[in-house]
């Protein structure tokens, strides 16, 4: 199996046609196949069910392409850390992040790094604590800005300054969005969206529920903050969330009371050995923080 390999089942998956892939990457439609039936015999699996007009991914297609996908993300960053310009820091910085109000702070460390180095880029990919931690650990991600509590053994972090205040956005029309304040037991009956149930998140929102945690009635839970809202939106609903530097329409963000506030951080794989850029930047960043 190699990279190129991969990317001919990636241009494929995205394509859902073989006719379409082989003119993307210029390469007959006979060695396509060819190349595909050779990695479902490596792989002891069926990647695609191919009919007259489509080739869809199957079951163990859709958990292979992310695999795939993030080691064709890592070479490709390999290959731009090879070829840096020693003279002058360049290459791409990945950073995961989850919806916060520190994400500003963490804006000001790129703005003002990139003003010392403005051939750096970086890469921004926006997602839950969860998912960051394994993208940290597969090394697709260099520097994960992630809501405590954050397990950061096997990490180095410094801690933002900023604290994330939890409440709940609320359709303007629900009785509820009359208050100023959600206290613990005042959502139940109605349903809400949450974060995932059984991450340490949850499980703080769960203590400051108390005795009503096990009455809420939760109908979905969500990892984007957008996506979410949306939703609860069309049903004239509730999310519980973090808030945001940001407004909804007929939406209304109401804290928590008692009120909870919890701390972010800002990590990276202790003793990886990082490109030179990245380096840089997390040493700026121990210099500001220090």
């Known amino acids: 199996m190699d990279i190129r390999v991969l990317e001919y089942f990636l241009a494929v998956a995205q394509e859902q046609n073989i006719t379409k892939a082989s003119q993307l990457?210029?390469?007959t439609q006979p060695t396509l196949s060819r190349q595909l039936a050779q990695l479902e015999d490596e792989l002891g699996v069926k990647l695609f069910d191919r009919t007259n007009h489509n080739t869809v991914l199957t079951e163990e297609g859709v958990v292979f392409r992310r695999r795939a996908q993030d080691i064709v993300s890592m070479a490709e960053k390999a290959k731009s850390e090879l070829l840096q310009d020693e003279a002058e820091l360049t290459g791409t910085i990945t950073v995961g992040s989850v919806e916060l109000m520190s994400v500003r702070e963490l804006g000001r460390l790129i703005a003002s790094f990139q003003e010392k180095n403005p051939q750096v880029k970086f890469e921004l990919?926006?997602?839950?604590?969860?998912?960051?931690n394994e993208k940290l650990r597969q090394g697709t991600l260099d520097v994960g800005l992630c809501l405590e509590p954050f397990n950061t053994v096997g990490?180095?972090?410094?801690?933002m300054r900023t604290m994330e205040?939890?409440?709940?956005?609320?359709?303007?029309?629900?009785?509820l969005a009359s208050q100023d304040v959600i206290r613990p037991g005042e959502l139940v009956g109605t349903k809400v969206m949450?974060?995932?149930v059984g991450t340490p998140t949850h499980m703080r929102l769960a203590e400051w529920s108390g005795k009503y945690a096990k009455k809420m009635d939760f109908y979905a839970n969500y990892n984007v903050l957008y996506n979410a809202v949306m939703v609860a939106r069309e049903r004239k609903g509730a999310v519980i969330c973090l808030k945001q530097d940001t407004s909804f329409d007929h939406m209304k963000?109401?804290?928590?009371?008692?009120?909870?506030e919890l701390g972010?951080?800002?990590?990276?794989r202790q003793g990886q050995a990082f490109s030179k850029v990245t380096d840089a930047f997390i040493?700026?960043?121990?210099?500001?923080y220090q």
């Open 25 to 27: 990457l210029h390469v």
């Open 264 to 268: 972010s951080v800002l990590v990276w």
């Open 125 to 132: 990919y926006s997602s839950n604590n969860e998912d960051i």
């Open 253 to 260: 963000f109401l804290p928590l009371e008692p009120k909870l």
């Open 283 to 288: 040493r700026y960043i121990l210099e500001v």
């Open 155 to 159: 990490y180095e972090y410094i801690r």
């Open 194 to 196: 949450t974060v995932h």
């Open 165 to 175: 205040q939890w409440g709940v956005l609320l359709y303007d029309e629900m009785p």
